[in-house]
């Protein structure tokens, strides 16, 4: 319970600073990237306060000068900071709508070209992929929660189509991303913290010209997200892979 208080005490001390500097220059300038930098900082620093070390895998295999779409699995509230300051250069993600109806913040999450989306609305969805898209041609990574929802046992649920629609129409590199850990240090449901190691597992980017059918992209992510995690969370125990060792100690982050 503590380390959570200290991780929301930090960021609600952040916030005044970022009110006072990051917010009117981002609204003067129409530049984003103070606040961004401020904000990446402020969630990272968060996550570390709480007691959170993090390792990472395979970011040696991207190339920080392209554009992707980061596709994660998600089992903890800890994971959007925790993945978000580690993706190269300036990333979006999609947000629930109901942020943009506070009219600063949502005018800042313009700014930010985060995407709005109603999960409960097809047509919502529709429309969040288009803007999607709209951010992916400016340039900017988006990185997203595959599942749309987090598992409660560590275990891949279903995956949305939403999201592979996107990576055909825009043809960037789909970087799959296991996170491993977070489901022990904050599980779905629970506000406490507890200290620990969270590994961040970046698979090699799957090329647009690799896609295949849509079935067979959703299932190529799915296995290499499946992947990084441990032999009793995968679909299959009979996948074995580098990133499958750094459970069972034989690979180092």
């Known amino acids: 319970m503590i380390r959570t208080l200290v991780m929301l005490g930090f960021w609600a001390a952040l916030l005044p600073f970022a ?3 990051g917010f009117p220059w981002t609204l003067l300038t129409g530049d984003v990237s103070l606040l961004y930098r401020m904000t990446m900082w402020g969630a990272w620093t968060g996550v570390k306060l709480a007691g959170i070390r993090v ?4 970011l040696d295999k991207l190339d920080a ?11 903890s509230n800890v994971d959007p900071p925790i993945l978000m300051p580690l993706i190269p250069r300036r990333m979006s993600i ?36 288009r803007a999607a898209a709209e951010v ?14 987090r598992s409660f046992d560590g275990k891949l649920l279903a995956f949305k189509k939403g999201p592979f629609y996107l990576a055909e129409g825009c043809g960037v590199p789909i970087v799959p991303v296991t996170i ?5 240090v904050m599980p779905k449901k629970r506000f406490a913290i507890k200290p620990g190691t969270v590994t961040v597992i970046f698979h090699t980017p799957i090329e647009p010209k690799d896609f295949g059918s849509r079935e067979c992209l959703m299932a190529k992510v799915r296995k290499a997200i499946d992947s990084g995690l441990p032999a009793e969370l995968q679909d299959s125990k009979s996948v074995t892979t580098k990133e499958t060792k750094v459970h069972q100690g034989k690979a180092s982050a």
Not at 108 to 123: A, I, K, Q, T, Y
């Open 94 to 129: 999609m947000v629930k709508k109901e942020l943009f109806r506070v009219p600063v913040l949502a005018r800042l999450m313009r700014f930010g070209s985060l995407v709005p989306v109603d999960r409960g609305n097809r047509e919502s969805g529709i429309a969040a992929v």
């Open 136 to 149: 992916i041609r400016q340039g900017i990574n988006m990185a997203i929660y595959v599942e749309g929802h």
């Open 55 to 58: 390792k990472t895998v395979g």
């Open 180 to 184: 491993v850990g977070s489901h022990y």
């Open 19 to 21: 009110a006072l500097i």
């Open 65 to 75: 000068s392209r554009t992707y779409i980061f596709m994660a699995n998600h089992v």
